[in-house]
């Protein structure tokens, strides 16, 4: 993994919701291009001074609707402006420091593609029926050949990734746009692609960027055998995402150290994607329903081993619920201010919070591959310490309840976030407060 990682803290944004794009590509006159990107580059100094290093892209790609139905990867979706936007929007981040991942939807392409298209125009036996996986001798229910579906939804039109073909499309994209400046790459679905395809591509793509940060969406299952087999720098950890949320709202932090357990495991491999909010899961703010509690989620980000992310409007205390049906995934989408300086005051209080937590980490890289060990915990209690490779800790208290809850900590230790009384070896953290103590 590229050494620049280790020092890598995301901010995730959803791009055609936080420009407020239409919903379909068609509601956009053909060859007109709307100009939204520089609405993105316009927060990139609010990305710096909330302490990201680092700005996390959903699709930016021509596609049909949501960017997961891609028409063109080699297009910037019109919606959203053109490639000198893009570049553009390379260069501001590239001025600040800030490396720029994009997402890769390499698993499906929309119903429209032209490729698609083409095949069924053309029948088996074309070239470009080879790129999908048909079942020529029947029908669906639109009449056309059987083929592939990624779970089942008409519109995303699996690709063939047993076929050279598909490998030679993938690897040429993503070598494309790191060509044009871009630091990695989120592989959307990675878990619905056999790892025998990342096999083939990943090499070609490292060969001539050896230092891309590559990661993929897994939802379940054994995260370092796919990081392995797959050769990956990383999965998303979904697991360490729900024990985050449901051990703080359901005050249960018993859920959270089976997993601080398995976290461990996997950091002898590899160092998980961490996050506790994306844009296909319900806002952490919506997911916890004692206010007093978000700040805890962010500890928790924050001070284990990981490559974090921050979901656009986290930090802000942003509500949103996921729901299927069609349009369910627009309240965690959704479109942000012209500049920051439009926003609510309402949040400042939790973006606060966020910038001591990001700052805390930035002064101990360490954390980006930091152990835990659980010292004390209660259903509303919890005390961990985090110790880095070289020896470096901090010790971390969370306290969920309505007493004071007393932690024991070393006379040399101080506190470097949040709230204690430290005196005579024991921190005192006032009810539903969090502390981090340590050295510096």
Same mark, same amino acid.
């Given at each position: 993994m590229a050494g620049w990682v280790d020092h890598a803290i995301f901010w995730h944004v959803f791009p055609l919701g936080f420009v407020g794009a239409e919903h379909e590509r068609t509601q956009v006159p053909a060859g007109e291009v709307r100009h939204r990107l520089h609405h993105l580059t316009r927060w990139l100094d609010y990305v710096v001074e909330l302490g990201c290093s680092g700005l996390l892209l959903a699709p930016v790609f021509e596609s049909s609707s949501h960017g997961y139905d891609t028409l063109d990867y080699r297009r910037i979706d019109p919606r959203l402006g053109d490639e000198s936007d893009f570049e553009a929007l390379v260069q501001a981040c590239q001025e600040r420091g800030l490396r720029l991942v994009l997402d890769g939807v390499f698993n499906h392409v929309g119903h429209d593609h032209p490729a698609f298209t083409q095949a069924l125009a053309e029948g088996e036996g074309s070239e470009a029926a080879?790129?999908?996986?048909?079942y020529w001798e029947s029908t669906d229910d639109q009449g056309e050949p059987a083929h592939e579906m990624f779970e089942g939804h008409p519109g995303l039109v699996t690709?063939?990734?047993?076929?050279?073909a598909v490998v030679d499309l993938v690897a040429d994209v993503m070598c494309?746009?790191?060509?044009?400046? !871009?630091?990695?790459?989120?592989?959307?679905?990675?878990?619905? +692609?056999? *790892?025998?395809?990342?096999?083939? +591509?990943?090499?070609?793509?490292?060969?001539?960027?050896?230092?891309?940060?590559?990661?993929g969406e897994v939802l379940h299952g054994d995260y370092a055998a796919f990081v392995r087999e797959a050769d990956l720098d990383a999965v998303t950890e979904y697991e360490l995402w729900k024990a985050t949320w449901s051990s703080i709202d359901t005050v249960n932090f018993h859920e959270l150290v089976w997993t601080l357990g398995r976290h461990n495991d996997m950091l002898d491999?590899?160092?998980?994607?961490?996050?506790?909010?994306?844009?296909? $899961? *319900?806002?952490?703010?919506?997911?916890?329903?004692?206010?007093?509690?978000h700040e805890h989620a962010f500890v928790i980000l924050l001070t284990v081993g990981g490559t974090p992310s921050i979901y656009y409007g986290d930090e802000q205390g942003y509500t949103g619920?996921?729901?299927q049906r069609a349009g369910?995934?627009?309240? +965690?989408?959704?479109?942000?201010?012209?500049?920051?300086?439009?926003?609510?005051?309402?949040?400042?209080?939790?973006?606060?919070?966020?910038?001591?937590?990001?700052?805390?980490?930035?002064?101990?890289?360490?954390?980006?591959?930091?152990?835990?060990? $659980?010292?004390?915990?209660?259903?509303? *209690? !919890?005390?961990?310490?985090?110790?880095?490779?070289?020896?470096?800790?901090?010790?971390?208290?969370?306290?969920?309840?309505?007493?004071?809850? $007393?932690?024991?900590?070393d006379d040399s230790e101080r506190v470097l976030a949040g709230h204690a009384e430290v005196a005579s070896r024991a921190a005192t953290v006032p009810p539903h407060r969090w502390v981090v103590l340590g050295q510096e």
């Open positions: 080879k790129l999908f996986q048909f690709l063939n990734h047993e076929s050279d494309y746009w790191l060509a044009k400046g !871009i630091d990695g790459w989120r592989l959307d679905a990675a878990y619905a +692609v056999p *790892t025998s395809f990342w096999h083939k +591509v990943i090499p070609r793509v490292r060969e001539q960027f050896p230092d891309a940060y590559i990661f491999s590899f160092v998980p994607q961490t996050f506790i909010g994306n844009h296909d $899961v *319900t806002r952490v703010a919506s997911q916890i329903a004692e206010q007093r509690h619920v996921k729901e369910g995934d627009d309240q +965690v989408r959704p479109v942000m201010p012209e500049s920051p300086d439009q926003l609510s005051d309402l949040g400042r209080g939790l973006q606060h919070v966020v910038q001591e937590l990001i700052a805390l980490r930035r002064r101990h890289p360490w954390l980006h591959r930091a152990r835990t060990q $659980v010292n004390d915990v209660a259903n509303g *209690t !919890i005390t961990y310490v985090a110790t880095g490779e070289g020896g470096e800790s901090v010790r971390v208290g969370l306290n969920l309840t309505d007493e004071p809850f $007393v932690l024991g900590c």
